[in-house]
């Protein structure tokens, strides 16, 4: 693994259910790499999957977004997820990109997730045991999910305007 500093590494690690191994940007990406590698309905993933979405930056420039990971699932379907920490949401060009990468996942009929950890309490946060995703696993029986109503793909519209009037507000 890589080297950890005050809560960023970068490394290659070695998967089982990628070509070989991927390179990873933060701590939190290398825990979800481990997570996907266990989860019995990933059948592969990869951080070397060559997309760039293209949005338009808070400035106006153009931007190209890298989403983190391309996971196939059982059955052959395809999803982006993206590792996100809470304090990057505050970021005027985060809710550009992640609304860029909903718009690509619904135009190709895939789902996109945002990984985050924002329902976990920091003091009792191990970095070896909680890495939550936004909407359940695809692995998750029904019976364990909830049955509040979800938006369409795992960040709905509302939560991007929400995010884009928090930001202009933040500013």
């Known amino acids: 693994m890589g080297h950890y500093h005050q809560g960023w590494s970068k490394g290659w690690k070695k998967s ?18 481990s997570e996907l590698d266990c989860d019995p309905i990933v059948l592969k993933w990869t951080r070397h999957h060559g997309l760039r979405i293209p949005y338009r930056k808070w400035w106006g420039g153009q931007g190209r977004y890298e989403p983190d990971f391309l996971v196939e699932i059982a059955g ?73 109503p979800e938006p369409s793909g795992c960040l709905g519209l509302a939560a991007v305007l929400i995010a884009v009037v928090g930001i202009l507000v933040w500013l």
């Open 16 to 33: 089982t259910r990628s070509e070989g191994g991927e390179w990873f940007d933060s701590y939190w990406e290398v825990q979800y790499m």
């Open 76 to 148: 052959g379907e395809k999803e982006i997820r993206e590792v996100k920490g809470e304090h990057l949401f505050r970021d005027a060009n985060t809710a550009r990109k992640l609304a860029a990468g909903e718009a690509y996942c619904r135009e190709r009929d895939m789902k996109f997730r945002v990984v985050t950890k924002s329902f976990v309490n920091p003091e009792l946060w191990t970095p070896e045991s909680n890495v939550t995703i936004e909407a359940p696993s695809p692995s998750v029986p029904p019976s364990q999910v909830s049955k509040a």
